[in-house]
Every structure is written in C-alpha cells, then in structure tokens.
C-alpha cells in the first residue's frame, strides 16, 4: 500500500527555536497533504491542509504565522514550528490524500515534539 | 451537520475475548468509511475501507460492517490479541463539488487484559 514517511520522529528542542517536521509520500504522488495535532488520550486534530503548489489552508483558531507549511513538490510537505514554546509540545502526524477515486488517506508515523 | 461519532469512549476485555465498536455518522454525501488502528505514538493505520455498496469487509480478526440506510457501522475484533490494545477511529469521507472532505471520530480506546 501507499507509504507516508514523517522525519523526524521525535524532536526535543529549547524554547525560542523553531523545528521543521517533513513529510513525505513514498511511493506516490500527493497534491494534498494534512498536519494533525494530537494531544495524549484525544483524537487528531486537523490543522491545515497543505496544497503543492499554492497556500495551505489552516483551521479556524490554528496561527498559520507560527506554524509555516509548506508544500513545494508532489511528495515532500513540510510543517515549521516557529518560536517553539512548551505549549507547543505535542504530537504531529501527516497524512496523505493517495486515492483519486476513494479520498483514502494514509497516514506518517507521527513527530513527537518536546519543547524545553 | 457532517458529524462521527464513536462509543464506547473505551473498552476493556480479556485477551481472547471479541468486542464491537460502534460508528455512527450524519456525514452527506457519502463517499467511504474506514476504520484505523492507532497504537500509542505512532500514526493510524487503515484497517478496512467500505463504500456505499459494501455491508461487510473483514481484515484479518477484524470485520467492518456498514449499514448506509442507518449510517451506522462496527468494527467487530475476534479472539483479541495484548496488541489489539490502540485507538480505533472511524473515519467518514464526504465527496461533494468541492472535492473530498474527511471527518473524523474521536476513537474508541481498546484495553486488552492478560
């Protein structure tokens, strides 16, 4: 099946620094791509949907000036966080749109982010 | 409103035992359903996609039913297995002029016991 690959997997940083998370589609070409935020024991969270070629879209309530997408080939989206704060610490997953006639959705293996 | 919503919240069974999870969905118009398995830190992985026409697609231990007429579906999970400890969520795609929209459950919690 289809394969999303998320680097890195875990990442611990100081506050103030900023951390890129990539994703990636292995084995097939993505014009859509999602970051999800999950916190422990909740559901995922969708935050904005990443476009090739254009502006990503972000839910309501997500700062898109602190959390910087960017979508610049068919396989590789990548999501900045900037100006990392403890409250950012979270869990962060990528997903990818990889069927044209079903919409299914295949998923990276998550990013934990730690920020001290 | 395109809502999913998923009971129970979380399960505990013994090991070897079967459970059923329940998806229930106000999603329109309907494209796909499909359930995923997330373990603890990592992310979800499909276990079974059903279309309209589709009542019942199995995976393994794993048999998805889809009842489109009540928008209702379960996830049924025999002879349970330590590893089938995770989060399973049902996730709803509605297809309309403006493309795909996927809508997510909050997950049911699975617990299996030795």
């Known amino acids: 099946g289809a394969v999303v690959s998320q680097h890195p997997s875990w990442v611990i940083c100081k506050s103030g620094t900023s951390v890129k998370i990539e994703c990636r589609s292995l084995d097939f070409q993505a014009t859509t791509m999602f970051w999800y935020r999950q916190f422990p024991k909740q559901s995922l969270m969708l935050m904005a949907t990443?476009?090739?070629?254009?502006?990503?879209?972000?839910e309501q309530g997500v700062e898109k000036d602190k959390f910087l997408i960017n979508h610049a080939s068919l396989t590789l989206s990548t999501l900045t966080v900037t100006s990392a704060h403890p409250e950012d610490s979270s869990f962060y997953i990528c997903?990818?749109?990889?069927?044209?006639?079903?919409?299914?959705?295949?998923f990276g293996e998550g990013s934990r982010l730690t920020v001290l | 409103k395109n809502q999913v919503e998923q009971s129970p919240q979380s399960l505990i069974i013994l090991e070897g035992k079967n459970c059923t999870l329940q998806c229930n969905y106000t999603v329109s118009p309907f494209s796909n359903l499909r359930w995923y398995k997330q373990d603890t830190g990592r992310g979800p992985v499909s276990l079974t996609i059903m279309t309209f026409s589709e009542n019942t697609k199995s995976n393994g231990r794993y048999t998805a039913t889809l009842d489109a007429d009540t928008k209702q579906s379960s996830l049924h999970i025999t002879a349970s297995q330590l590893s089938d400890s995770a989060s399973y969520i049902c996730v709803v795609t509605r297809l309309n002029t403006g493309g795909f929209k996927t809508i997510f459950g909050a997950g049911t919690r699975l617990f299996v016991k030795a």
């Open positions: 990443s476009n090739e070629g254009s502006k990503a879209t972000y």
């Open positions: 997903s990818a749109r990889a069927g044209i006639d079903t919409g299914e959705l295949f």
